[in-house]
Every structure is written in structure tokens, then in C-alpha cells.
């Protein structure tokens, strides 16, 4: 069986910084893709990045290039994303979410999913 457990949302202001962490849990050794989603209230949920199994590949959506960062610990099921210079539009339940490949991510079909993490970004 396998889990996702996210940690890391909160509540800030406009401009600060936060890291969201992603774990996986299953039995075996299998190494997956690894990304974020999000949903905003009366919203869709949407995709937001993703890192390729080895961690050399990553894809961004384009609101969040060059403010968002994701990272993998290399040979392990572990994913950080790092959101800079946070607006009000970036608020939302942030979930992670795993792949065999990166392209499943980005196509929105990932295999397991996370219970998500409330980022609320306000003055």
C-alpha cells in the first residue's frame, strides 16, 4: 500500500517564503515521479510542478517558474517544494502526488495522491 504524507503549508503574507515536504511510504524499493497539485477554492485542482525519478527533470507551471522550486532526495521518495515571493492568488490545498513518470504528472494522471496542505497566503 502506499501513502503520501505532506507537510509545510501554513498561513503568510504576500512576499514571504514556505516549504511544503512530501514522503512516500510503501513497501518496496520502487522509485516514482514525484509532483504538486493545487486547488484553490471553487476551483480545479491544478497542476503546479514535478521532478523526474532521478531528479534531473523538472516542469513548472508557468505562474510559478522562477518563484517555486522542487527537489527530490536522490533514490528516495522524498519531494520538497519551496514557494518564494507568495501571493494571494498561490493560496490553496496543496497536494503531492506520484507517478511512474513525469509525463503522467504533467498530463494531470497521477497514481496516488496525497491528503493535501492548506497554504492561505493574505495581508
Known amino acids: 500500500q502506499v501513502q503520501l504524507m505532506e507537510s509545510g503549508g501554513g498561513w503568510v503574507q504576500p512576499g514571504d517564503s514556505l516549504k511544503l515536504a512530501c514522503a512516500v511510504s510503501?513497501?518496496?524499493?520502487?522509485?516514482?515521479?514525484m509532483g504538486w497539485f493545487r486547488q484553490a477554492p471553487g476551483k480545479g485542482r491544478e497542476f503546479v510542478a514535478a521532478?523526474?525519478?532521478?531528479?534531473?527533470?523538472?516542469y513548472y507551471e508557468e505562474s510559478v517558474k522562477g518563484r517555486f522550486t522542487i527537489s527530490r532526495e536522490k533514490g528516495k521518495n522524498m519531494a520538497a517544494l519551496q514557494m518564494n515571493s507568495l501571493k494571494p492568488g498561490d493560496s490553496a490545498v496543496y497536494y503531492c502526488?506520484?507517478?511512474?513518470?513525469?509525463?503522467?504528472?504533467?498530463?494531470?494522471?497521477?497514481?496516488?495522491w496525497g491528503q493535501g496542505t492548506q497554504v492561505h497566503v493574505s495581508s
Open positions: 502526488a506520484i507517478a511512474d513518470g513525469l509525463g503522467d504528472l504533467e498530463d494531470g494522471s497521477p497514481t496516488h
Open positions: 510503501e513497501r518496496g524499493n520502487k522509485i516514482y515521479a
Open positions: 521532478v523526474s525519478r532521478p531528479g534531473t527533470g523538472t
